[in-house]
């Protein structure tokens, strides 16, 4: 367990703590020992997938698969984040943008071909909205679809930055269609990554989430059978509604690289000697140490509670802008602060602050970035939209 500075474990009934619990055993035999060397290699740990499968991580918030509790399910992301975000990043997305993609706004066909084998971590899935052209902004992406005589579709475009892309055996696509193609605006697709017309590519040379499988997906002519369209998904706010899904794990996701952070500055300043006196014996240590307490018992506290509104299903999508932007910004506070207290150390990938400190990058950048997030809250307070 990391830092409970406000005892707040201890209102945790033993079955919202059981999937945290067994995750944290799994990634610290499985994963922990190595994580330094698959960061220098920028290589996704693929083995542990069927054991994330097992343990019932995959779908886990999902009715019929985990059940697991809002509260459960942000402990358990945590707990992988706390060893490094590209886990936490996999899960998520296998689990709130496909998996979820498909249970809501999928057809009873999708649902049983697809959710079984994604839970059990046999398929592994991705989701790509992001384009090179369109980021903060995806109303205007640029896939398109044709619509065939026989009933099927034609794809043509280019995504960029899909996580689990090169992994993926099924893609879920954002396009757009055309209103005689008998759809409108921005439709999704079930694509398997095997299609003639797709190809798949790492994106390369990235210094940060350098264990998650970035991925340019590239669509040329690639056909799809018409059932292959998600047939609840009817324009932009399907994807967007899976995406805060998405940030709500991100949000506890970002506690635990916090913790790990914090650990290993706490435990370097209490051993390291400077000056004849443990480096923790200085005021201005000690300073930064309590701004570190500060920014993560805030964080989870803010996490606890919008759990507990999700739970109720009073949960806003503000409010969830708001916990991403609080609990990333202060993930990064802590991470810079103990990247220095370790010194010249603080560098090293064996460390474990630095790669934080690199990860946290991403997860102030994807899934709606800082600015975006403080533009939703503007327009929620304000009434007055600052985006167009
Ligand atoms: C490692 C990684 C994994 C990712 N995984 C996925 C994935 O699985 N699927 C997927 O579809 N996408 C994914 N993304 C893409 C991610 O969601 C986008 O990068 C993100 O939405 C930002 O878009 P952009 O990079 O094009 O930046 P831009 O939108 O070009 O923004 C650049 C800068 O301009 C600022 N900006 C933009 N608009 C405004 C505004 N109105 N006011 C003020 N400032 C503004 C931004 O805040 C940012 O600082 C991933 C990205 C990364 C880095």
């Not at 996999?90 to 993609?101: I, R």
């Not at 649902?111 to 899935?125: F, K, M, T």
């Not at 950048?365 to 809250?377: A, D, R, S």
Request: with cysteine.
């Amino acid at each position: 367990m990391g830092l409970d500075y406000l005892d707040l474990m201890s209102d945790v009934s033993e079955s919202d703590r059981v999937l945290s619990e067994k995750t944290r055993l799994v990634v610290e035999r499985d994963v922990l020992p190595r994580v330094a060397d698959l960061y220098e290699a920028g290589e996704f740990p693929r083995d542990v997938v069927p054991t994330f499968g097992e343990l019932g991580l995959l779908g886990a918030p999902l009715a019929g698969f985990g059940n697991a509790s809002p509260l459960a399910w942000g402990l358990a992301c945590r707990e992988l984040e706390r060893v490094d975000s590209g886990l936490r990043s996999f899960v998520s997305v296998q689990t709130c943008l496909v998996m979820e993609a498909i249970e809501r706004f999928g057809s009873h066909e999708q649902r049983e071909e697809w959710l079984p084998r994604l839970a059990r971590g046999e398929s592994i899935g991705c989701f790509a909205l992001t384009e090179p052209g369109h980021g903060s902004d995806p109303a205007g992406l640029e896939t398109r679809t044709t619509r065939l005589a026989d009933g099927s579709y034609r794809l043509d475009g280019h995504k960029r930055w899909s996580t689990n892309g090169t992994l993926a055996d099924l893609a879920v696509i954002w396009a757009q269609t055309a209103p005689e193609q008998g759809a409108k605006g921005i439709r999704g697709f079930l694509v398997p990554t095997a299609s003639p017309g797709l190809t798949v590519r790492p994106v390369e040379r990235k210094l940060s989430l350098r264990i998650s499988a970035s991925s340019e997906i590239l669509l040329s002519d690639c056909r799809v059978p018409g059932s292959a369209m998600l047939p609840a998904a009817v324009g932009l706010g399907p994807a967007l509604s899976c995406l805060n899904d998405a940030r709500f794990s991100i949000l506890w996701g970002a506690i635990g690289a916090a913790e790990a952070c914090y650990d290993a500055a706490l435990q370097h300043v209490t051993a390291r000697e400077q000056f004849g006196r443990k480096l923790a014996g200085f005021q201005l240590v000690q300073e930064q140490l309590a701004e570190m307490v500060d920014a993560i018992s805030s964080s989870q506290l803010l996490a606890a509670r919008l759990a507990s509104l999700k739970e109720s299903g009073r949960l806003r999508h503000q409010q969830v802008s708001l916990g991403k932007r609080h609990n990333v910004a202060a993930a990064q506070l802590v991470a810079r602060r103990a990247r220095a207290l370790l010194g010249a150390e603080g560098i090293l990938v064996d460390r474990v602050v630095m790669r934080h400190l690199c990860n946290l990058e991403t997860l102030a950048t994807y899934e709606g970035t800082e600015q975006v997030h403080t533009l939703v809250i503007g327009a929620d307070v304000t009434g007055i939209s600052a985006f167009r």
